[in-house]
């Protein structure tokens, strides 16, 4: 079991830059580094729309068509925290950012699906407006 917290939402102007960070928490059993995280946002009227992840074993990482070339999702072992770093942002990126854990993904595999993910944060709210 873990428990998340994430930060760094805002609000920022188009092409702006944010570094979101999702850190564990709480009576943690193990480090994020034994777990598949993503992120996945939800604008307001919207379904869940998966972001992107980082795998646990390999570092593999995964971006969503729309935000590719944009955001870089990276892990920091001894901080135990991973960061969700969004370049150019867009209007279309406005939504509530949630970091998730997944413990059953295999080493080097980012399961794309937010159901997959049993641990979630609390979700930053992140709007991008001029």
């Known amino acids: 079991q873990v428990q998340l917290g994430e930060s760094g939402g805002g609000l920022v102007q188009p092409g702006d830059s944010l570094r979101l960070s999702c850190a564990a928490s709480?009576?943690?059993?193990?480090?994020?580094?034994?777990?598949?995280i993503g992120w996945i946002r939800q604008a307001p009227g919207k379904e869940q729309e998966f972001v992107g992840g980082i795998s646990w074993g390999g570092q593999n990482t995964y971006y969503a068509d729309s935000v590719k070339g944009r955001f870089t999702i990276s892990r920091d072992s001894a901080k135990n925290s991973v960061y969700l770093q969004m370049n150019r942002l867009k209007p279309e990126d406005t939504a509530v950012y949630y970091c998730a854990a997944d413990w059953q993904a295999p080493a080097r595999v980012i399961r794309t699906t937010p159901a997959a993910y049993a641990y979630w944060g609390q979700g930053t709210q992140v709007t991008v407006s001029s």
């Open positions: 709480g009576p943690t059993r193990r480090p994020l580094n034994d777990y598949a």
